[in-house]
């Protein structure tokens, strides 16, 4: 049974660093993309960051470029979201997704995920 279990999340003060697990069983995590994404309350849900597992090449947008790092547990099932300098407007709850793809990059559009995990909070509030 394939599953994405994401842990991390919580409260933190403007300013403070959170660093997201994304731990993913029933599957071989090479022959997939995990992509990282956050929905804020009354707003669509975007991507902030995934990575390509056969490659190990990343993608993070630039609106989260230079405060959000993806990577993965060397060895491990385990992907990291490493977020530092957080600010109110990342709020929301973070999923992590998986897509069975070999490819080189990979999409930050969540049509593209088929399996997700159940989500953790992050709350940035001083």
């Known amino acids: 049974q394939v599953q994405l279990v994401e842990s991390g999340g919580g409260l933190v003060q403007p300013g403070g660093s959170l660093r997201l697990s994304c731990t993913v069983s029933g599957l071989t995590l090479d022959e997939y993309v995990i992509g990282w994404f956050r929905q804020a309350p009354g707003k669509e849900r975007e991507g902030v960051s995934c990575i390509s597992n056969y490659f190990g090449t990343t993608d993070t947008p630039d609106f989260v470029k230079d405060r959000f790092t993806i990577s993965r547990e060397v060895a491990g099932n385990t992907i990291y979201l490493q977020m530092n300098n957080l600010k109110p407007e990342d709020t929301g709850v973070y999923y992590c997704?998986?897509?069975?793809?070999?490819?080189?990059?990979?999409?930050?559009?969540?049509?593209?995920?088929?399996?997700w995990g159940q989500g953790t909070q992050v709350t940035v509030s001083s």
């Open positions: 997704a998986a897509e069975n793809f070999r490819g080189r990059t990979c999409s930050s559009m969540a049509r593209r995920y088929p399996i």
